[in-house]
């Protein structure tokens, strides 16, 4: 149960109304908030299990670094990047071909890699 201080009520589910979100730490636990802790460890707002999560569940959801959000798509100009489930400016060493918003370790659909800008193309 979490403590809802919206309506001053114990909930199983934090409200989308107002955007509360589930929050359990050694020193609070089960709250709603409205802002996911950054300090000491960065949590992402989950918005369909309405929780505060450290890392978004896999393989279809990412961290988005910029909104402190779990997300199924990256924000613009950002590749989902499956190693870590997180959202990157670029892609990492294992993963380093980007296509269509996600990195590869090959390219996908017969695509070649540009070893220069290491896109599929």
């Known amino acids: 149960m979490y403590a809802d201080n919206s309506t001053m009520q114990c909930v199983s589910k934090c409200p989308s109304n107002p955007d509360y979100f589930a929050y359990n730490h050694s020193t609070l636990k ?37 909104n402190l959000v779990c997300v199924t798509e990256c924000p613009p100009y950002y590749y989902a990047e499956v190693i870590g489930q997180i959202c990157v400016l670029n892609c990492s060493a294992n993963n380093k071909y ?21 896109q599929c193309v």
């Open 30 to 66: 089960g709250l709603c908030v409205l802002l996911c802790p950054i300090v000491p460890v960065k949590y992402y707002r989950h918005n369909l299990t309405r929780e505060c999560v450290t890392g978004c569940p896999g393989p279809n959801y990412f961290r988005d670094t910029v």
């Open 98 to 118: 980007a296509y269509n918003v996600s990195c590869y370790t090959t390219c996908p659909n017969n695509l070649n890699a540009d070893p220069t800008t290491f």
